[in-house]
């Protein structure tokens, strides 16, 4: 497991419909960017900017913190385990309650959100790095770097895993396909399944274009 830190929380919201959170490894060699929802990127925020005023009531993290803590469990750590069908992250939080042992699943975000308030660790899977993952700018922030935009970088993220995970696979481009595809997106933005929502959005675009 890489032991990973939240970089931040960007491009600001809400003026990106579609927050997206950046985590780095400790020396920040290696970036993953993971789009997340809007609440819990006020969530993760609130944890990480100095200047981030807090909610006027507990958030749903606060209250799983609490519930931890109610009853006697403490969150040893997070781990990002997957990048299931090349769209969204799987997350786990592995928990000591009385001396025994849990595994809770859970999306990333909200591992997170968790981890910050308890001070956990955060780790990502090695073969997740290896297949997402993208070496950060030596010359500027990812969030300046020209190359390194949210969209540049979901783009490059999604070609990189498309090459490594599905070269082989053929993809048709024709209107039942598209019309297919955007079915999806929608269901994905219904159901706020952020992640999924941007890779059908990129795969959209390239149906349009070769359409």
Request: hydrophobic share 40%.
């Amino acid at each position: 497991m890489i032991k990973v830190k939240v970089y931040d929380v960007g491009p600001p919201f809400p003026v990106n419909p579609t927050p997206v959170l950046w985590l780095t490894d400790e020396n920040e060699n290696m970036m993953l960017m993971l789009t997340i929802g809007i609440s819990e990127a006020h969530a993760i925020k609130s944890q990480i900017a100095e200047d981030e005023e807090p909610p006027p009531r507990p958030m749903t993290h606060d209250l799983l913190k609490s519930v931890f803590e109610n009853l006697g469990a403490e969150v040893e750590y997070i781990v990002i385990t997957e990048l299931r069908e090349q769209a969204y992250y799987v997350a786990e939080i592995h928990a000591d309650a009385h001396g025994r042992s849990v595994v809770i699943d859970s999306r990333p975000s909200d591992a997170i959100a968790l981890a910050l308030r308890v001070n956990a660790p955060i780790y990502v899977m090695e073969e997740v790095m290896a297949i997402a993952g993208k070496r950060m700018s030596k010359q500027k922030s990812v969030l300046d770097a020209s190359d390194n935009t949210p969209d540049a970088v979901l783009d490059q993220i999604n070609q990189a895993i498309k090459e490594k995970l599905n070269a082989a696979q053929p993809v048709t481009h024709d209107n039942n396909s598209l019309e297919a595809v955007k079915k999806q997106l929608q269901a994905a933005i219904d159901e706020e399944r952020y992640e999924d929502a941007a890779r059908l959005r990129d795969e959209i675009k390239k149906l349009e274009h070769n359409a």
